[in-house]
């Protein structure tokens, strides 16, 4: 079947660490989507890409960085610059879609939750 | 930056009731609605999606899409304990090719 694998699904850090999440899909989407949740609020984008190689910051990318080798992979780093890594992340991937162009939904996989102290 | 705005709630319906979860926008161009539904803990899933003015029902759910008002909901018909959840608007903005900007989510309670 088809769909967006997130590992792990649990995450613990000490403060000052670098540390990396892994997503990988295999429905042949050029676009994927790192996104942050904290409770009680709505998702918001930290980074994008739209093609292999390609990337952009979306509202929060500070602290974060990504890479984009392979289609089917878009790993996240959270790094030390990060000020509240505590978080729920959701990696997310979608057909592309341009300016002007619509209605393609998200698909999300099960989401890391990293806890850093 | 523009917004995309929802009732925080939380929102609480009794078991057979219908559930009205709103959503309002900031950006006029915008071309494409969503809702998700997020249970506690788990990832978000697409259960409507609307792309024109009026109504489109699937099922128990009815999405409604005013674009002069800027407006799009969510009715929930013979709401089930299984619909307690966090409902997420999200809209895909004009000239963008960053996908969604999501609201905070509606947290729904149906109380048996």
């Known amino acids: 079947d088809g769909g967006i694998t997130q590992s792990p699904k649990y995450l613990f850090r000490k403060e000052g660490q670098n540390v990396t999440l892994s997503c990988e899909q295999n429905?042949?989407?050029?676009?994927m989507y790192w996104y942050r949740q904290d409770p009680g609020q709505g998702l918001r984008l930290i980074y994008y890409?739209?093609?292999?190689?390609?990337?952009q910051k979306g509202d929060i990318a500070e602290g974060y960085s990504v890479s984009r080798e392979k289609k089917e992979s878009f790993p996240l780093t959270v790094t030390s610059a990060q000020k509240n890594p505590t978080a729920f992340y959701l990696c997310?991937?979608?057909?592309?879609?341009?300016?002007?162009?619509?209605?393609?939904?998200?698909?999300f996989g099960n989401g890391t939750r990293l806890t850093v102290t | 930056q523009k917004e995309v705005e929802q009732n925080s709630g939380p929102l609480s319906v009794p078991e057979g009731a219908i559930a009205s979860l709103n959503c309002t926008y900031s950006?006029?161009?915008?071309?494409?609605f969503f809702w998700y539904r997020q249970y506690s803990g788990k990832s978000p899933e697409l259960i409507m999606s609307?792309?024109?003015?009026g109504d489109k029902e699937d099922g128990r759910f009815t999405a409604q899409l005013n674009k002069a008002s800027q407006y799009v909901s969510l009715l929930i018909r013979d709401s089930q304990p299984s619909d307690s959840a966090t409902y997420l608007c999200?809209?895909?903005?004009?000239?963008?090719?960053?996908?969604?900007?999501f609201g905070s989510g509606t947290q729904l309670t149906v109380l048996p």
């Open positions: 997310a991937s979608s057909i592309r879609t341009g300016p002007g162009e619509g209605n393609s939904p998200l698909h």
């Open positions: 429905l042949n989407h050029d676009a």
């Open positions: 890409s739209q093609i292999v190689n390609d990337f």
């Open positions: 950006d006029r161009g915008s071309q494409s």
């Open positions: 609307i792309y024109s003015n």
């Open positions: 999200a809209v895909k903005e004009s000239g963008s090719a960053r996908q969604l900007t």
